[in-house]
């Protein structure tokens, strides 16, 4: 076993999706002025990938692996692995890494590990000669060259407690809190740690006390060492044989937690699976007293704990045992721009802009409406309609009309251009959006595209007081078929049912049609010439839109002149045809039909030669 576990070159292997606790390492690494990040790999049993962090400034990749040989092969550096593994695979894990070449730390950070199971996973790191720190602990941290996983908490704390750059003291306890308050007490009253472990609090640690103390008594650098011991358990009796036996010379600091549990009437179990005394041998008092005694630096109570630290550091000051670390600058670490903006310290102009819905709420809204207030209020697919597209609560009979129009356009049977593309497309073999989207592009001025031509039109030469003859007239002069107008199989004597339907419901339900009257008057013309020039279904709901606006007190002329404007009608019908045209798509495959070719007799071949 190495004095240095860690060095400025240390990489780790992560035992774990740990997102939070890897970028926290990096950036322990930027702020130490590491080249090289300090995670070489994650273990994600789940797959093998790559994920992005920060280091600095900028990003890097970071490879995860399933399996902890493979990324150890890959990463051959890599001399650490810290397990996140839950205290259920913990064990197994734990072994896997101990017994994988190369790795020579294993950080066990789970709790609840059973003690059979620590004891041989103790023993088996003695037999292979390697280090385990865990169960049960955050880990550790070399000042200024690597830290394990959370460690030492923010980013801010541990600048604020030196912890960018190495110090002349070395420290171990078996808390990890602890830890976190003892390397600021030593930053306040040091020139810093050099390196601090937090063994964990189980029973049987993986390494312990003592085995950390004699690494400080080995690495020059150390100079001084302080440590917290804990209730329970004879580990710290140890750190007295060591030093009766001369094994520590350099200055230790220690204290023994939990002189409180005196005042309980019973044994009273701390936190840490290992903190309770069995016996007067394994109370704090008892450990503190016998420490003293054997030369330790034992303060009267953890309120000294502090001014025994800086006594003793200025002591080896004064000799010249320690010549102060300098003071190093740490980089700033950039904050990342969701905290910041999450913080109000940063704002950033929005790339997109929503008005007719809103998810982010506790609830979902349409236009401002609760979605269970859209179906307790029966709203239908009309109502829903009026809020996402015209942002408006549409009356009754605004919603109904959509929903007729919806029903009425929802098919035409196979032989209309847009229900042909879907199936040939379909029998082609192509997935269901693609023969969806191969009949909804035929949709266009000749076909099913015409509604919002006709409202336009219409509406123009109403509000122009032209007569029919005028507009007719205006229309063939431009050269331009009146959109609307016009049917390849519906004519007088072949009526559209469907505009019937939406006749008869807008007689009933609107209290003015002015445009419809006209578009009927148009008609009249228009069949003179060719018995299918009717208003067919795409104008017959164009212009009963018009009068919906008008007969809806719910639009400002503005607002319904948007609206016809806005070109949004069109969209009644896709909406509408891709139920037919799904449709179509389905029975396409339910009949298993085959691709489709167009028989040659339907074609005629009159090339030039
Ligand atoms: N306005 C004025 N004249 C027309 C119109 C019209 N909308 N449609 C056809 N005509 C005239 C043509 O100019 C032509 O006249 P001509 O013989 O003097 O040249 C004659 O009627 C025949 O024209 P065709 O295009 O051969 O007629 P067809 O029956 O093939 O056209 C069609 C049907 C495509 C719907 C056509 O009427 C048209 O384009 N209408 C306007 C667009 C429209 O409303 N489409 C929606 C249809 S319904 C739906 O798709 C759900
Ligand atoms: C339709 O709704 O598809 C029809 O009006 C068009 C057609 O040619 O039947």
């Given at each position: ?7 400025k070159?240390?990489?780790a292997i ?12 990096l ?14 790999a ?6 093998n ?7 600095g ?7 995860s ?28 894990s734990?072994?896997e890494?101990?017994?994988?070449k ?7 950070i ?69 830890s ?7 930053a ?25 103390i ?5 690495i ?21 044989e ?36 069995d ?22 109570s ?26 190093v ?11 910041a ?56 009979f ?6 007729l ?113 006209f ?35 719910e639009?400002?002329a ?5 609206v ?15 139920i037919g ?15 489709y ?7 005629a ?5």
């Open positions: 076993m190495k004095n240095e576990l860690f060095t070159d240390t990489t992560i035992y774990g999706n740990q997102q939070k606790a890897v970028q926290r390492m950036d322990f690494d930027y702020v130490c002025g590491r080249k090289i990040p300090s995670v070489a994650i273990i994600d049993p789940g797959k990938s790559v994920q992005k962090f920060f280091f400034k900028g990003e890097i990749l970071i490879p692996f399933v399996s902890l040989e493979v990324a150890a092969k890959k990463f051959p550096k890599a001399d650490v692995v810290i397990n996140f593994s839950s205290f259920r695979s913990a064990f197994k734990s072994m890494a101990l017994n994988t190369g790795i020579n730390t294993v950080v066990i789970a709790e609840g590990m059973p003690e059979r199971r620590a004891r041989e996973i103790a023993a088996t790191a003695k037999k292979l000669d390697k280090m385990v720190i865990g169960p049960a602990t955050v880990g550790g941290i070399k000042a200024g060259c690597f830290k394990i996983a959370n460690t030492a908490g923010t980013i801010d704390n541990i600048v604020a407690s030196k912890l960018n750059r190495p110090g002349s003291v070395g420290f171990v306890s078996k808390s990890g809190g602890l976190n308050e003892c390397y600021n007490i030593i306040r009253n040091t020139d810093g740690l050099y390196e601090g472990i937090a063994i964990g609090g189980d029973a049987f640690p993986g390494s312990t006390l003592l085995d950390h004699l690494r400080y008594e080995n020059k650098e150390v100079k001084m060492i302080a440590s917290l011991g804990e209730i329970g358990g004879t580990e710290e009796l140890k750190i007295v060591a030093l009766k036996a001369g094994k520590i010379k350099k200055p230790l600091i220690i204290w023994v937690t939990g002189t409180c549990a005196k005042m309980f009437p019973s044994g009273v179990q701390f936190g840490h699976a290992g903190a309770k005394a016996n007067s041998l394994e109370t704090a008092s008892a450990k503190n007293e016998a420490l003293r005694k054997a030369g330790a630096l034992v303060p009267t953890f309120d000294d704990y502090d001014k025994l630290v800086k006594k003793t550091y200025e002591t080896l000051v004064k000799k010249g045992v320690i010549k102060p670390a300098a003071e600058k740490a980089p700033a670490v950039p904050e990342d721009f969701a905290t903006l999450k913080a109000g310290k940063v704002r950033k102009a929005t790339s997109f802009i929503c008005t007719i819905s809103n998810d982010k709420k506790e609830e979902l809204e349409y236009n401002n409406i609760k979605i269970t207030k859209v179906i307790k209020d029966e709203m239908g697919i009309g109502g829903v309609i009026g809020l996402l597209w015209f942002k408006k609560q549409l009356p009754k605004a919603r109904q009309y959509l929903e129009a919806l029903m009425l356009c929802a098919d035409h049977g196979p032989a209309v251009s847009g229900a042909h593309n879907a199936i040939v497309t379909a029998r082609a073999g192509k997935d269901i959006i693609s023969a969806l989207v191969s009949g909804l592009l035929t949709i266009g001025p000749r076909f099913g595209g015409a509604i919002d031509g006709a409202a336009q039109n219409f509406k123009r030469a109403v509000e122009a007081g032209l007569t029919p003859e005028q507009f007719v007239k205006e229309m063939k002069a431009k050269n331009v078929p009146i959109p609307g107008i016009g049917h390849k199989v519906k004519s007088l004597t072949n009526p559209d049912m469907r505009v019937s339907l939406l006749k008869d419901f807008v007689r009933k339900n609107f209290k003015i049609t002015p445009t419809l009257d578009a009927l008057a148009v008609e009249q013309l228009t069949t003179q010439k060719k018995a299918n020039l009717i208003l067919n279904v795409d104008g017959c709901i164009g212009v009963c839109f018009v009068d919906l606006l008008k007969n809806c007190k639009f400002s503005e607002e319904a002149n948007q016809i404007e806005l070109g949004c009608l069109n969209a009644l019908f896709v909406l509408a045809r891709s045209l799904f449709g179509h798509i389905f029975d396409q495959k339910r009949l298993k039909q085959g691709l070719r167009v028989p040659y007799e339907d074609i071949y009159l090339s030039d030669n």
